[in-house]
Structures are given as C-alpha cells and as structure tokens.
C-alpha cells in the first residue's frame, strides 16, 4: 500500500504513508489482551498499554477503548494511513511494526488492505472478524462477573458501553469525571493493572470448546459463518452461469485497465483483451458453453483459474438467469 520510489501520482492508486500504514486506528483492547500485554514484559508496546490505563481515558473493566474525539476522527475516515496524528500508540516507529502484535484485537488480527483471492478473501476474513470480536466481547463480560465488579459498577460498565462514543464536554477535552470513573471500577479502582492481569490469567486456560460454553448463541452462529466462508475460499468451483460485474475504470493505458471492483484498496490491472471477453458471458449461457464460443470465434482458450481470478475479483459475477 506504500507508493514507494517513483510510483506515478495520478495512476488512480490509494497509497499510505511509511509512517503510518494502516495503523490509523486505536484498538479497542478487551481486559484480558490487555492482561496479557502487561503480563509480557517483552511485549515493546507494553509501555503504551500502561500509559493508556494512566490516562484513564476508556478505561473500563471491559478493556481499553478509543476516546470519543478519535472515534469520531476515525468514522469520518480523515487521513486514515496518511495522516501520523491518527497513528495507532501502539506503532512502533522504529521499524514499522506493531507493538501488541501478539496480542492484537480481533480487527488487527482480520484486516487487510488487498486479498489473494479478492471478494471472496474479503467475505472470509469479515466473518472471522464477527467471529473474533463477539467472543472478545464476551470473554470480557465474562470476566467482569467472575472478578466481580459490584452492581453499581456493572450498571455503570452497560450504560458507558451504549454511549461510549458521545461526544460531551469532558471527552472534546479528553477529561474523564473522578466521580463517574470510581464508580466504574468500585472495589478494583486503583488496582486497574492488577484486575486487567486476572483477567488474562481466567482467559489463557480456556480452551476453544470452553469459549462455547461460556459464550452465548451468537458466537456459535458467527462460527458456523466462518466455516461456510472457508469451504468457499478454499474452493475453486466456478458458477455455472456469469455475468459481467459493476467495476470502476480509475486509468487506461495500452497495456492494461486499472479496475477498481470489491474494494479501492485492491485494484486490479486487466489487459484490453480480457475486458473485451467480458461481455461474452451474458448470463445466459453455460460457463463452459461461453469459453468454448471464445475460443471459436477470437481463438482463446481460458482456463479455470483466469475465470475463477475473474470471479473472485467480481468482473463476472453469478447471474440468477436460468437456460
């Protein structure tokens, strides 16, 4: 995603930064990561999860979680891997990498700017994504009741959890009320480090088929998800009939089309010839039908994985046309 030395500037192309990457994004760290980040003192970015608890801003026993101020930065999508004062604490400049690699949320551990196998590359890590993040949620939650909080903490912990993204006059001042950020922690306040580290120490036990039991249905269903978007990544079936897909043309040259299609990051350089074969598959016709009247009439013969690369990538598309 970085440009890189001499890289044409109106190629139609989204580049980051270096210096940033894509780590324009501040995780929301569930306590028991936050736990065994502490616990790590090899971890680099230890050091900034200990600054993040000091600061005290979305400092909660479900974890760790971005100012309001950010988020708002964040969801207008200002600069993200361009602008350094979005940059994640958690990047190490020295080298580029992540300080909390081996600990990472479920939207670091799932996200990529481009995929090997496109839409349907996306589609599997976005389930896994709804996967990871229902279990980090609940995980959490759990842990709050099993080091038991107290009632009013608990009550205090839902309704930050429904408005932790507004915007009030102590949060544009990145403040936190003394009052309301005791009532949060109760019992364990003062002692943040200390219930963060039980927490990983509840956590690092389980086993997957205890994740399921403590775990409520939802997680079980985003699970079944998964596995139905792994059978189709790792399947190379193409459907019988296609259609060409909606795509955006973003620069032409003699050589190639640069196409975006499934997402911006992630263009693809089609040469003319293909884009002109497109139009053959016109929904109607078998997929094997269509590449046999190509290979009649321009003298071409398409094997299966330029179709399944044009599939995955979406310029052919499944088409609800019967014969």
Same mark, same amino acid.
């Given at each position: 995603?970085?440009?890189?030395?001499?890289?044409?500037?109106?190629?139609?192309?989204?580049?980051?930064?270096?210096?940033?990457?894509?780590?324009?994004?501040?995780?929301?760290?569930?306590?028991?990561?936050?736990?065994?980040?502490?616990?790590?003192?090899?971890?680099?970015?230890?050091?900034? @999860?200990?600054?993040?608890? /000091?600061?005290?801003?979305?400092?909660?026993? *479900? +974890? !760790?979680?971005?100012?309001?101020?950010?988020? $708002?930065?964040?969801?207008?999508?200002?600069?993200?891997?361009?602008?350094?004062?979005?940059?994640?604490?958690?990047?190490?400049?020295?080298?580029?990498?992540?300080?909390?690699?081996?600990?990472?949320?479920?939207?670091?551990?799932?996200?990529?700017?481009?995929? @090997?196998?496109?839409?349907? /590359?996306?589609?599997?890590?976005?389930?896994? *994504? +709804? !996967?990871?993040?229902?279990?980090?949620?609940? $995980?959490?939650?759990?842990?709050?009741?099993?080091?038991?909080?107290?009632?009013?903490?608990?009550?205090?912990?839902?309704?930050?959890?429904?408005?932790?993204?507004?915007?009030?006059?102590?949060?544009?001042?990145?403040?936190?009320?003394?009052?309301?950020?005791?009532?949060?922690?109760?019992?364990?306040?003062?002692?943040?480090?200390?219930?963060?580290?039980?927490?990983?120490?509840?956590?690092?036990? $389980?086993?997957?088929?205890?994740?399921?039991?403590?775990?409520?249905?939802?997680?079980?269903?985003?699970?079944?998800?998964?596995?139905?978007?792994?059978?189709?990544?790792?399947?190379?079936?193409?459907?019988?009939?296609?259609?060409?897909?909606?795509?955006?043309?973003?620069?032409?040259?003699?050589?190639?089309?640069?196409?975006?299609?499934?997402?911006?990051?992630?263009?693809?350089?089609?040469?003319?010839?293909?884009?002109?074969?497109?139009?053959?598959?016109?929904?109607?016709?078998?997929?094997?039908?269509?590449?046999?009247?190509?290979?009649?009439?321009?003298?071409?013969?398409?094997?299966?994985?330029?179709?399944?690369?044009?599939?995955?990538?979406?310029?052919?598309?499944?088409?609800?046309?019967?014969?």
């Amino acid at each position: 995603m970085c440009a890189g030395a001499g890289a044409p500037a109106s190629d139609g192309s989204l580049f980051y930064d270096e210096a940033v990457k894509c780590c324009s994004y501040v995780p929301a760290l569930p306590n028991f990561l936050v736990g065994r980040i502490l616990a790590a003192d090899s971890e680099p970015g230890r050091g900034s @999860v200990v600054d993040r608890i /000091g600061r005290v801003i979305g400092v909660v026993p *479900l +974890g !760790l979680w971005p100012s309001p101020v950010y988020s $708002l930065l964040y969801d207008e999508a200002l600069g993200f891997g361009r602008n350094t004062s979005l940059r994640c604490p958690h990047f190490v400049v020295d080298g580029g990498r992540c300080g909390i690699w081996q600990n990472r949320n479920a939207t670091c551990v799932s996200w990529f700017c481009k995929h @090997v196998r496109g839409a349907v /590359g996306k589609a599997f890590w976005q389930a896994l *994504l +709804g !996967l990871l993040r229902q279990v980090e949620h609940e $995980l959490a939650l759990w842990c709050v009741l099993e080091l038991d909080v107290g009632t009013d903490s608990l009550q205090q912990a839902s309704e930050w959890h429904r408005n932790r993204g507004t915007l009030t006059h102590d949060a544009l001042d990145d403040r936190v009320d003394p009052a309301c950020y005791a009532r949060h922690w109760g019992a364990w306040r003062g002692r943040e480090q200390e219930f963060f580290r039980r927490c990983a120490q509840l956590v690092d036990p $389980l086993s997957w088929e205890d994740v399921l039991a403590i775990c409520g249905p939802d997680v079980r269903l985003h699970a079944d998800l998964t596995r139905e978007c792994y059978a189709r990544l790792i399947s190379d079936d193409i459907p019988r009939f296609l259609k060409p897909g909606s795509l955006q043309i973003v620069d032409m040259n003699p050589s190639a089309t640069r196409i975006h299609t499934y997402r911006q990051t992630d263009p693809l350089d089609v040469p003319p010839v293909i884009m002109e074969l497109l139009p053959y598959f016109d929904g109607r016709r078998a997929t094997p039908d269509v590449i046999s009247v190509i290979a009649g009439e321009r003298g071409l013969r398409l094997d299966h994985a330029l179709v399944r690369k044009l599939v995955d990538f979406m310029l052919l598309v499944p088409s609800d046309s019967t014969p």
